[in-house]
């Protein structure tokens, strides 16, 4: 015997199952009706069998109990319509005398139970509750297929990132589904005015009508079927949201030729789900290449800014300044005073634009190293000697550390390396108030494991013995997100217009070029109104191929 279960115990998900009631009996409907809804159900009833087609098609149920000998549609006709809208609908058809010829009639158009009339509430409730049973494990299995057969669609998704492409996959998977010829992909790529993209290269263009679907459905994220103008022909449409985690990321538009029955919508809505998020993959790979390509092109412009300008200023700055160094010679004060300074001046141009024909080398791969053995505590008492006017100038107090015991010989290019700790040691001045310390030290170290931990940085440095020159200052520092930006040619941290210093935001840049040139690495650590330390780490042996 089946266990009896009170309607309080209903299945969340039974409880608010949608049931239709046909019987052109209306105490039969009434009695059906009543019974079913004292139960919890939500109830649609109808003496019209036609009338009952006509629900069918415009609401959702999931179980239709029909009587069978009903005039202008029989309850068999109706099942085998109802199968054709929802193949999974549960179907019991009521009847009093019935043939075996009619049950295997029923049968076949795919009824799910029977009950014989007349019968108990109980009766009823017992099928009903065991129909609807069965129809949520079939929709549940029918999931199931569905997320597998989506699962094995959407990958075709994961091929190509180029937008067109995808647009082209989109319509192909879709295609299968729904027999649609043609996609409309409206997409906000970027902020400025959303694409519209083809699926199909053919593709008649949208009228407005098509166009304002297209808007209205990506602004409002709310699906829409229509009939719709596609170049001569007038054709079902579906419009759908596109949109990953909550955000709107567009729309589509696609024809179909075979009905969007509710498995079939319910399909695609999934599909476009997994096909937004491969779109939006495509549509910010493509913003990135865009930016990218935007960046090389900017970068491009600041070598041949930088190509044009060191060559075409060198020749006549040379002439002035020979003239100027003659004058210099010859004039009484107090024009000999002027051209002093003058002669100054062209000589900061002149070291500007050595600067930037150093870079251009380095970014060519075009300098030469001529590489000495170089003892590291001669080469930074040169280099504090090339700025200790600088540091005087500003009274401030400039220290050279080193354990001269414990300080190596390296192997480098004497004037770059020299050229770079001078710039370094420039900046220090320059960004670190009147009366502050600048402090270069050196030390030499025989790196065992990879990273090389350096206060809180881990520099991947080869294993193997290095030598290590800082420049330390009590500056203003330099705020942690463009300690990595700086080394990049022109940037400054203040913009120009505010900016105290002067300066061109090349140097930096030439630092890391010549340095890297070596084989070594420069970092910084700093903090904002506590001061940085540059550090330079050169391989104590550079490498034959690097000698000219
Ligand atoms: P420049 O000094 O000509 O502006 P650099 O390439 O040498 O160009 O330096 C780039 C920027 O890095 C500087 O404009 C400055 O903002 C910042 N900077 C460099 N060195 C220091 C330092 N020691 N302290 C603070 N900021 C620094």
Not at 181 to 208: K, S
Not at 323 to 345: N, V
Not at 463 to 475: C, E, K, L, R, Y
Request: charged share 20%.
């Amino acid at each position: 015997m089946t266990e009896q279960q009170p309607a309080s115990r209903l299945d969340v998900r039974q409880s608010h199952a949608a049931i239709l009631v046909v019987d052109d009996d209306q105490a039969m409907c009434h009695y059906c009706t009543s019974a079913l809804r004292h139960l919890g159900y939500h109830v649609t009833a109808t003496t019209s069998s036609l009338a009952a087609l006509d629900y069918l098609r415009q609401q959702p149920f999931d179980l239709v109990l029909t009587d069978i000998k009903m005039p202008q549609l029989s309850g068999l006709d109706l099942t085998r319509h109802a199968r054709e809208i929802d193949p999974i609908l549960a179907i019991v058809i009521m009847s009093g005398q019935t043939s075996l010829e009619m049950l295997r009639e029923a049968v076949s158009n795919g009824i799910t139970s029977y009950l014989s009339k007349p019968f108990e509430v109980e009766e009823l409730r017992l099928t009903v509750t065991q129909v609807l049973h069965q129809r949520t494990m079939m929709r549940d299995k029918l999931r199931l297929e569905t997320v597998v057969h989506q699962l094995r669609l959407s990958s075709a998704f994961n091929y190509t990132l180029s937008l067109p492409e995808m647009c082209a996959e989109i319509l192909r998977v879709v295609q299968e589904e729904i027999s649609g010829r043609w996609a409309y992909f409206l997409l906000n790529v970027d902020d400025a005015a959303p694409r519209l993209l083809f699926g199909h290269p053919d593709q008649p263009p949208l009228d407005t009508a098509g166009w304002q679907l297209l808007q209205q459905t990506a602004l409002k994220q709310l699906p829409s079927r229509t009939r719709i103008q596609l170049g001569a022909e007038l054709c079902d449409g579906v419009c759908l949201p596109l949109s990953v985690g909550g955000q709107n990321i567009g729309s589509v538009l696609f024809n179909h030729t075979q009905p969007l029955t509710p498995a079939r919508a319910e399909s695609l809505t999934l599909l476009m789900k997994h096909a937004a998020a491969a779109l939006n993959n495509a549509r910010l790979f493509t913003q990135v290449q865009e930016a990218n390509s935007r960046l090389q092109e900017l970068d491009r412009l600041k070598s041949e800014f930088i190509a044009i300008t060191s060559h075409e200023l060198r020749t006549p700055l040379a002439i002035v300044l020979g003239y100027a160094m003659l004058l210099h010679d010859q004039a009484d004060p107090p024009a000999r005073e002027y051209l002093r300074r003058m002669l100054e001046s062209g000589h900061r141009l002149n070291a500007i634009i050595d600067d930037m024909t150093n870079l251009r080398q380095v970014e060519l791969r075009q300098t030469h190293l001529t590489i000495e053995e170089v003892d590291l505590a001669d080469l930074m008492q040169e280099c504090v000697t090339n700025v200790q006017s600088l540091a005087d100038g500003k009274r401030q107090t400039l220290n050279l550390k080193y354990d001269a015991s414990a300080l190596c010989r390296v192997h480098l290019d004497r004037d770059k390396i020299a050229l770079v700790l001078t710039s370094l040691l420039s900046n220090a001045i320059k960004f670190t108030p009147i009366g502050g310390d600048v402090t270069l030290q050196a030390w030499c170290e025989h790196v065992e494991t990879v990273p090389y931990a350096h206060g809180d940085q881990a520099i991947a440095l080869n294993p193997g013995a290095w030598a290590f020159i800082s420049v330390q200052d009590t500056g203003i520092g330099i705020p942690p997100g463009q300690q990595r930006r700086i080394f990049e040619r022109f940037y400054q941290v203040a913009d120009s217009l505010t900016r105290e210093n002067g300066g061109t935001g090349l140097g930096l840049a030439l630092v890391q070029g010549l340095v890297t040139v070596h084989n070594g690495h420069v970092w910084v650590t700093s903090q904002e109104g506590m001061g940085s330390t540059f550090t330079v780490a050169l391989p104590q042996n550079v490498p034959q191929s690097l000698m000219s």
